[in-house]
């Protein structure tokens, strides 16, 4: 009873690494706002100490 339990749950491991593979190549494809990187332009103030 309990080899079945862990041969279901390795399954079920190996599954879930297909589907995130899966959803890591086929993602953009059909969701390309939430693979897109910002677009907005970050600018900061630096201070250069100089002697």
Not at 18 to 25: D, M, R
Not at 34 to 50: E, H, M, N, Y
Request: charged share 10%.
């Amino acid at each position: 009873m309990l080899w079945r339990l862990i041969k279901f749950l390795l399954v079920l491991i190996i599954l879930a690494g297909i589907t995130l593979v899966a959803y890591a190549y086929v993602g953009p494809l059909f969701f390309p706002a939430d693979f897109a990187a910002p677009s907005a332009p970050v600018t900061a103030p630096i201070t250069l100490d100089t002697n």
